[in-house]
């Protein structure tokens, strides 16, 4: 399973840029090996235990019971069409054959899985043509497979993007209704196809790996870019967006707060967002002064819950007091509370309208512990000569007039939503699945070029679901509360396309030699 840009960690246009082809030098996530390489734990140390965990084993193998055994039997479906006579396996990417061609061979051979071909995309095709997408490649190459097994009778795609499954299922209708007409281009039967829609299971590097590597492409770029022989923007740098600074409530006590929330009679919680992670001390980046006379970024700070209420049984919170009473603390409001939740579409700075505060029992007097911290994403832009650092938490807006903000938070300048010409191999971040890595604690590479690092700011990385409402970061905006306590954060010879098919009826083809070092292929029809 390929990892993707981890929309937790990186703002929605540079989740975008990096999975561009053309953003940098060297083609961005989906062109770049490292990335792969990085995948789980580093390919030193995945290689050997053949990335156990990373594969979608509902496609690599499945589980039978066997009705006249207690015993299981564990059928590898790969192994079983390579060992099937009149199947030809096939593994087709959309990855570039100069870049992975070495990699693809040593993941797949780690776990033993011996294609009668790895098919990787080429620069350009048998005819030096080229190819406007992968998925117009795999188009290619699978048309002239059919036409090269005129015998073969079906053939079965397993594909987990469902544009990509639609574009299959219409190509093979396409090519069908060409073969019944007058004028077929080849003197074939039509094919049986059939496209398998594949579950995408979402899947991510750890955080500080993806950082790193992130900051190695733009090294990479940077380096190449400056020569003067590129016309890509240079140079880039990682930048960090700051949507808030606030006291952070720990997993556990959020549960504990969320408690308190009594929702009225037949409202479903569907309805509601259910929050409780923070008291707000400013919607922005923090001003030095406040941040100063809070004790900066991780310093502890205790609360008691004194009193809970709601408003118009739209925003629930609670109103909290500092533990000693005079610690030196800041809240954006003039009372401090914790959102504890709120239905679908209402504001939680609304919580600030609340007078009536009703007092609860001494049991539900919670005393919990914060931290100071912020919701960060980090972005990619080009330097700014003479930024400062207050100024680089906003993102650059492009296309109008930057308003310069000042260290005391009064004035702060309106960030670009931007965005950049999609890739054919990016991926949104909304498919279904489950997210696999994550903050695991074994990132291989520092947070150079981060502003600000090294003071524990990550821990709000995990936080930010959607950055599209932060659109504007003056006086009037207002922050997003939406982080709930169950959020965490080819072959050796390099001859592509040009490769022979297998032959038929044994003795393998170039792509055969590559995959399985020699020995029979091809496919004994007839049979």
Same mark, same amino acid.
């Given at each position: 399973?390929?990892?993707?840009?981890?929309? #937790?960690?990186?703002?929605?246009?540079?989740?975008?840029?990096?999975?561009?082809?053309?953003?940098?030098?060297?083609?961005?996530?989906?062109?770049?090996?490292?990335?792969?390489?990085?995948?789980?734990?580093?390919?030193?140390?995945?290689?050997?235990?053949?990335?156990?965990?990373?594969?979608?084993?509902?496609?690599?193998?499945?589980?039978?019971?066997?009705?006249?055994?207690?015993?299981?039997?564990?059928?590898?479906?790969?192994?079983?069409?390579? *060992?099937? !006579?009149?199947?030809?396996?096939?593994?087709?990417?959309?990855?570039?054959?100069?870049?992975? +061609?070495?990699?693809? *061979?040593?993941?797949?051979?780690?776990?033993?899985?011996?294609?009668?071909?790895?098919?990787?995309?080429?620069?350009?095709?048998?005819?030096?043509?080229?190819?406007?997408?992968?998925?117009?490649?795999?188009?290619?190459?699978?048309?002239?497979?059919?036409?090269?097994?005129?015998?073969?009778?079906?053939?079965?795609?397993?594909?987990?993007?469902?544009?990509?499954?639609?574009?299959?299922?219409?190509?093979?209708?396409?090519?069908? #209704?060409?073969?019944?007409?007058?004028?077929?281009?080849?003197?074939?039967?039509?094919?049986?196809?059939?496209?398998?829609?594949?579950?995408?299971?979402?899947?991510?590097?750890?955080?500080?790996?993806?950082?790193?590597?992130?900051?190695?492409?733009?090294?990479?770029?940077?380096?190449?870019? @400056?020569?003067?022989?590129?016309?890509?923007?240079?140079?880039?740098?990682?930048?960090?967006?700051?949507?808030?600074?606030?006291?952070?409530?720990?997993?556990?006590?959020?549960?504990?707060?969320?408690?308190?929330? #009594?929702?009225?009679?037949?409202?479903?919680?569907?309805?509601?967002?259910?929050?409780?992670?923070?008291?707000?001390?400013?919607?922005?980046?923090?001003?030095?002064?406040?941040?100063?006379?809070?004790?900066?970024?991780?310093?502890?700070?205790?609360?008691?819950?004194?009193?809970?209420?709601?408003?118009? @049984?739209?925003?629930?919170?609670?109103?909290?007091? /500092?533990?000693?009473?005079?610690?030196?603390?800041?809240?954006?409001?003039?009372?401090?509370?914790?959102?504890?939740?709120?239905?679908?579409?209402?504001?939680?700075?609304? +919580?600030?309208?609340?007078?009536?505060?009703? /007092?609860?029992?001494?049991? !539900?007097?919670?005393?919990?512990?914060? &931290?100071?911290? &912020?919701?960060?994403?980090?972005?990619?832009?080009?330097?700014?000569?003479?930024?400062?650092?207050?100024?680089?938490?906003?993102?650059?807006?492009?296309?109008?007039?930057?308003?310069?903000?000042?260290?005391?938070?009064?004035?702060?300048?309106? /960030?670009?939503?931007?965005?950049?010409?999609?890739?054919?191999?990016?991926?949104?971040?909304?498919?279904?699945?489950?997210?696999?890595?994550?903050?695991?604690?074994?990132?291989?590479?520092?947070?150079?070029?981060?502003?600000?690092?090294?003071?524990?700011?990550?821990?709000?990385?995990?936080?930010?679901?959607?950055? @599209?409402?932060?659109?504007?970061?003056?006086?009037?905006?207002?922050?997003?509360?939406?982080?709930?306590?169950?959020?965490?954060?080819?072959?050796?010879?390099?001859?592509?396309?040009? +490769?022979?098919?297998?032959?038929?009826?044994?003795?393998?083809?170039?792509?055969?030699?590559?995959?399985?070092?020699?020995?029979?292929?091809?496919?004994?029809?007839? !049979?």
């Amino acid at each position: 399973m390929s990892p993707l840009p981890n929309p #937790k960690l990186w703002t929605g246009p540079t989740t975008g840029f990096l999975q561009t082809q053309d953003g940098l030098i060297n083609g961005g996530w989906w062109h770049d090996p490292h990335i792969l390489e990085a995948t789980g734990q580093g390919i030193e140390k995945e290689e050997p235990r053949a990335w156990d965990g990373w594969w979608n084993e509902q496609i690599v193998s499945s589980t039978t019971e066997l009705l006249d055994r207690a015993d299981r039997l564990k059928v590898d479906l790969v192994d079983l069409s390579i *060992k099937q !006579k009149d199947a030809l396996t096939i593994l087709l990417t959309g990855r570039g054959e100069d870049n992975f +061609a070495q990699l693809i *061979k040593r993941i797949v051979g780690s776990k033993k899985l011996a294609f009668d071909m790895i098919c990787l995309k080429p620069q350009a095709g048998p005819n030096n043509q080229t190819f406007t997408s992968t998925m117009n490649y795999k188009q290619a190459i699978l048309q002239d497979l059919i036409y090269t097994y005129k015998d073969a009778d079906e053939i079965r795609i397993y594909e987990d993007r469902m544009k990509h499954t639609k574009a299959f299922r219409d190509h093979f209708e396409s090519v069908n #209704k060409a073969l019944l007409s007058p004028s077929a281009p080849a003197s074939r039967k039509p094919i049986n196809a059939e496209v398998i829609q594949v579950a995408e299971v979402i899947t991510t590097l750890d955080p500080i790996t993806e950082t790193a590597e992130v900051q190695r492409m733009i090294n990479t770029h940077n380096t190449a870019t @400056s020569s003067g022989n590129h016309v890509l923007p240079s140079p880039l740098e990682i930048k960090r967006t700051v949507f808030f600074t606030g006291y952070l409530i720990s997993p556990i006590d959020t549960t504990r707060l969320l408690t308190l929330v #009594k929702l009225p009679p037949g409202m479903p919680e569907s309805e509601v967002k259910f929050l409780a992670n923070n008291i707000m001390i400013t919607p922005r980046p923090c001003p030095h002064s406040i941040l100063e006379k809070v004790g900066g970024i991780g310093r502890k700070q205790t609360w008691q819950v004194t009193g809970i209420a709601n408003y118009e @049984s739209r925003v629930w919170a609670a109103r909290v007091t /500092p533990v000693p009473a005079n610690a030196p603390v800041h809240t954006e409001s003039s009372v401090p509370v914790v959102v504890l939740a709120v239905v679908k579409g209402a504001r939680p700075h609304d +919580a600030n309208r609340i007078q009536n505060w009703q /007092p609860i029992p001494s049991d !539900k007097q919670y005393i919990f512990q914060t &931290e100071v911290g &912020e919701k960060v994403q980090l972005r990619v832009e080009p330097e700014i000569q003479g930024e400062g650092e207050y100024e680089s938490l906003f993102q650059n807006n492009r296309n109008s007039k930057r308003r310069r903000g000042h260290q005391d938070g009064s004035d702060s300048y309106r /960030p670009g939503r931007g965005g950049y010409h999609n890739d054919e191999n990016r991926r949104p971040n909304g498919v279904n699945g489950g997210y696999r890595g994550g903050n695991q604690g074994r990132g291989r590479g520092g947070r150079r070029g981060l502003r600000r690092g090294g003071r524990g700011n990550y821990k709000s990385l995990d936080d930010v679901q959607n950055n @599209s409402r932060y659109a504007n970061h003056g006086s009037s905006y207002q922050p997003s509360y939406d982080d709930g306590p169950g959020q965490n954060f080819s072959n050796s010879n390099n001859d592509g396309y040009n +490769a022979s098919f297998p032959a038929l009826g044994g003795g393998a083809g170039t792509y055969n030699n590559a995959a399985q070092g020699g020995g029979d292929g091809g496919l004994p029809y007839g !049979k």
